[in-house]
């Protein structure tokens, strides 16, 4: 059959038809149709693939949700707190945390003030004379808390330094909060 069969029906607006040149158009539309399918698809993954890393980095700030509270210490400025050493034992009622002089001069700790769930005038320090660096372990009584529950302790550090030979007294104040073991 030659590409000039719609011509011999009387139906000569048809006799121009070329079925070659028709081939020819048809497999450049398909081959620019498959350009824009595969353009597109790759465009989809890109975009997926971003919107995906995104995400992953989000999520991955976040870190892992909520758990048991963090033993933390705040609001202490020249004797400071290591949040990793704070640990309330329910077996014993002892609240533990190490302390280190940021002062720059060597520090006399003269009284320490408890309050919240530590039993007024059970804090103290394992050492009250302590040199720039130095460290200390504070305690008090924290009864009545069971493992899992959580607590809050006040801590007023009253304390003497030397400037220029005299003695200026110093009250450091902060808070000690986390959960029970």
Not at 126 to 154: H, I, Q, R, W
Request: charged share 15%; with cysteine.
């Amino acid at each position: 059959m030659d590409g000039n069969w719609l011509c011999g029906r009387g139906r000569s607006y048809f006799c121009t038809f070329n079925i070659n040149n028709f081939m020819a158009t048809r497999n450049k539309m398909d081959i620019k149709l498959k350009g824009f399918v595969i353009g597109f698809i790759l465009g989809v993954l890109v975009v997926s693939l971003v919107i995906g890393g995104i995400t992953f980095i989000i999520l991955w700030q976040l870190g892992p949700g909520p758990g048991p509270p963090v033993n933390r210490c705040t609001g202490f400025s020249k004797i400071k707190c290591f949040d990793r050493s704070v640990i309330l034992l329910a077996e014993t009622d002892t609240l533990n945390a190490t302390f280190v002089n940021v002062a720059g001069t060597p520090v006399t700790i003269t009284s320490v003030t408890v309050g919240d769930d530590c039993i007024a005038g059970t804090g103290r320090f394992s050492e009250t004379t302590l040199a720039e660096g130095e460290v200390a372990t504070f305690s008090c009584t924290a009864p009545d808390k069971n493992a899992g529950d959580t607590f809050s302790v006040t801590v007023n550090i009253t304390y003497t330094e030397l400037v220029a030979g005299k003695p200026l007294t110093h009250t450091d104040t902060g808070r000690i909060t986390g959960t029970a073991e």
